[in-house]
């Protein structure tokens, strides 16, 4: 990377307090560049995000190459379809697969038009906009288990109580139906009954549940985020994207709020892209380019965690510092 450019895609990683060393800056780089490889239990953390999930294959395909590797596995709404997909092959070709899978999918696959116009449908007395049959399919394409506590990795998936809007954790039972639960998008997908009780998307009450996964004994977390690590939406231009404007704001901000409370002892890595290629909840076309910026994030991300730094990977941070070029006082951080 030229020094000369911004660095486009920020993200980062971000230690607990004991982690913080307050001891001089030379000594303080090269202990954090001997804990990169030390073993701790990991965990991959998948964030909800509609069509913008594509760019989570990007990261798993720059992670896998580098021999990295999950204890577990925590997954929300299009995140908690990737997570399932995932921890079935967790391989180099197991992801490629999966990117196989996203090129193919077209917004009629999730969101079919039908004979009516779209905002009318908002008016009609139905569960929602749209039936989750494409979704379902999509599910299945992608799963080698039936029942979630038989993945090959330890998963869990994440929906919402419509009932009371409690957090539902799904780490055991029928795969299928935990995962459509999840990804149900209030409005936009119709809820799904499981022991009779209705589920709504995860995302709802925890779009980036890292604190599950550190209560599950997860010391490094690697986090996959379908858009910025800080939300700057765009102004919204219909009724439904000033509703998931919404929504989006008040997740991050959960988001934001645990990862600056950190626990002793625990590290976490966040991946990212930008609002572009594509905003639009039903807008596939981005597939390819948000697989790109995917991995090319969590390139620059793991570069810059391998090198011993920690903080935010922020272009204002190192606008002219290459990762690879940093001596050890600016890794010092």
């Not at 030229?2 to 001891?23: C, D, I, M, N």
């Not at 506590?149 to 539902?168: C, I, K, N």
């Not at 600056?260 to 625990?266: Q, S, Y």
């Amino acid at each position: 990377m030229s020094a000369s450019k911004p660095l486009a895609l920020p993200g980062g990683v971000f230690r607990g307090p004991e982690l913080q060393p307050t001891w001089p800056r030379r000594l303080a780089a090269r202990r954090r560049r001997r804990e990169v490889h030390e073993e701790r239990p990991t965990a991959f953390v998948f964030a909800g995000g509609g069509a913008r999930g594509a760019a989570q294959v990007g990261m798993l395909q720059a992670l896998v190459r580098r021999g990295i590797h999950p204890d577990a596995v925590y997954g929300v709404s299009v995140g908690a379809i990737n997570a399932s997909g995932f921890v079935g092959d967790p391989t180099i070709a197991g992801v490629e697969n999966m990117a196989t899978l996203w090129r193919a999918v077209t917004r009629d696959d999730v969101f079919p038009q039908g004979r009516f116009p779209t905002p009318w449908r908002f008016f009609q007395q139905r569960e929602s906009v749209f039936p989750n049959d494409g979704v379902r399919r999509i599910i299945q394409s992608g799963l080698r288990f039936e029942r979630i506590e038989d993945s090959p990795v330890h998963l869990e998936v994440v929906a919402t109580a419509l009932t009371d809007g409690r957090t539902q954790w799904f780490t055991s039972g029928p795969a299928e139906e935990a995962i459509l639960a999840s990804a149900a998008l209030p409005a936009l997908l119709p809820p799904v009954s499981i022991d009779d009780e209705t589920f709504v998307d995860g995302g709802v009450t925890d779009n980036v549940p890292i604190g599950r996964a550190i209560a599950g004994g997860a010391r490094r977390v690697f986090v996959l985020l379908c858009g910025p690590m800080h939300y700057t939406p765009q102004p919204p231009k219909r009724p439904v994207e000033a509703v998931l404007t919404a929504f989006f704001i008040a997740v991050h901000t959960r988001f934001a709020r645990e990862l600056r409370h950190l626990a002793p002892g625990v590290e976490v890595v966040v991946f990212t892209v930008d609002n572009d290629p594509i905003s639009r909840y039903d807008d596939f076309s981005g597939t390819e380019a948000l697989i790109t910026a995917g991995r090319a994030n969590a390139e620059q991300v793991l570069d810059f965690w391998e090198s011993g730094r920690v903080g935010d990977l922020s272009e204002e941070a190192l606008r002219a510092v290459p990762v690879g070029d940093q001596d050890e006082d600016s890794a010092a951080g």
